[in-house]
Every structure is written in C-alpha cells, then in structure tokens.
C-alpha cells in the first residue's frame, strides 16, 4: 500500500512539472546541467572560495600585522 501511494505520489508530481512548468527539469536553472564536468567545476569553484575565503582573509591578516 505505501509503494503504491509513493508510486502514485511521484506520478502526479512528474505531471505537475511537465504540465506547469516547462517541462524540462532544470531548464529555470541558471547554469547548464549537461554537461557534467563543467557543471562539477563550476560547483567546485563556487562552493571553494566560500569555503576557502575565511581561511585567505586571516592569511592576509597574519602577513599584514609582521
């Protein structure tokens, strides 16, 4: 019974998205999802300098104060 309502669940939600809203997933997202190498360096990129700035930021302190 719960596979089935899953299945049911999943059913309108594909017809809901392919019905309302273009229907291509991804295709309201600002970057491109098809090719996979670029989309996984542009990830890499975006999330390490966020990551990484804080760490760059008190370098750049700690060389300032010498």
């Known amino acids: 019974m719960l596979a089935r309502s899953a299945l049911f669940a999943r ?3 594909r017809s809901l998205v392919r019905n309302h809203h273009g229907g291509v997933p991804g295709e ?3 970057f ?3 090719n996979k190498y670029k989309l996984t ?3 890499t ?5 966020g990551l990484g700035a804080p760490f760059l930021i008190v370098r750049h302190q700690l ?3 010498q």
């Open 11 to 13: 059913n309108v939600a």
């Open 28 to 30: 309201n997202l600002p």
């Open 41 to 43: 360096l542009l990830f």
């Open 32 to 34: 491109e999802v098809g």
């Open 45 to 49: 990129l975006f999330f390490g300098s």
């Open 63 to 65: 060389l300032k104060q």
